[in-house]
């Protein structure tokens, strides 16, 4: 990305477009619109990421078009704009225009049964454990949304009773925050705020990227 222009902001037509792509997902609407979902979306999430590269790494832009082949939603298009930054297998940071605005995130999207098992090893531990945990509740109650897959029920092998067993039934966990439409979101200030935004996050990320690897 290091011929990508300065970064000036998100602009107001890229949340007007998926606001309009959220009506008529079709792709008569996508082909009359291509130029704009390039210049006014992808190009400033390139420029974004392109200023947070020498912190965070680069990212991966994802692509427009859904994978329909196995979903009830036959929708061909996302309507959101999403860049993932890797810092480990499925783990990392996260930052999405959509009609709602900006969103920024981090965490590990899904684990193999060997990540995952040993993920829960971790929480276990008497001491990796407890610094998750507080990990967590310190981007809680700073307004953080816990997300990610977890299942209803103990995972085997651990009682109901334990400490944590909130984070243990977790098969993916991210924390994410909502910039949302947010005046900053279209000038070239919302790069420090996604900056701040994931170093924030960056111990929940360095947590996992240091006790999943198999």
């Known amino acids: 990305m290091t011929d990508t222009p300065p970064f000036t902001g998100i602009p107001v037509a890229a949340l ?4 309009d792509l959220e009506v008529d997902n079709t792709r008569s609407f996508w082909e009359k619109h291509k ?5 006014q979306v992808r190009r400033p999430v390139e420029a974004l990421c392109a200023a947070l590269e020498p912190e965070f790494g680069a990212a991966k832009i ?9 979903a009830k939603d036959k929708t061909p298009y996302k ?17 999405e225009v959509s009609p709602r ?5 981090g965490g590990f999207y899904e684990a193999s049964a060997g990540r995952l098992a040993a993920y829960r ?10 610094e998750l945990e507080a990990i967590v509740a310190a981007l809680e109650a700073a307004g953080w949304e816990r997300g990610g897959d977890r299942l ?21 966990l991210s924390l994410g925050r909502m910039i949302g439409f947010e005046p900053v979101v279209h000038t070239p200030e919302l790069v420090e705020v996604v900056r701040e935004d994931w ?5 929940l990320v360095d947590w996992v990227a240091r006790h999943t690897s198999v």
């Not at 130029?35 to 210049?39: A, I, K, S, V």
């Not at 090893?121 to 407890?130: F, I, K, Q, S, T």
């Not at 209803?152 to 993916?172: E, N, Q, V």
């Open 16 to 19: 007007d477009f998926y606001d």
């Open 121 to 130: 090893g971790a929480v276990d531990h008497d001491e990796l454990g407890p």
């Open 199 to 203: 170093r924030a996050v960056r111990p």
């Open 101 to 105: 605005g900006v969103r920024t995130g």
């Open 79 to 95: 309507t959101h704009q999403g860049a993932f930054v890797r810092a480990a297998e499925s783990t990392g940071w996260y930052v």
């Open 152 to 172: 209803k029920t103990s995972p085997r092998g651990y009682d109901a009773d334990h400490p944590r067993i909130d984070l243990l039934r977790h098969r993916s």
């Open 62 to 70: 994802f692509r427009p078009q859904r994978d329909v082949r196995f």
């Open 35 to 39: 130029d704009t979902y390039l210049t």
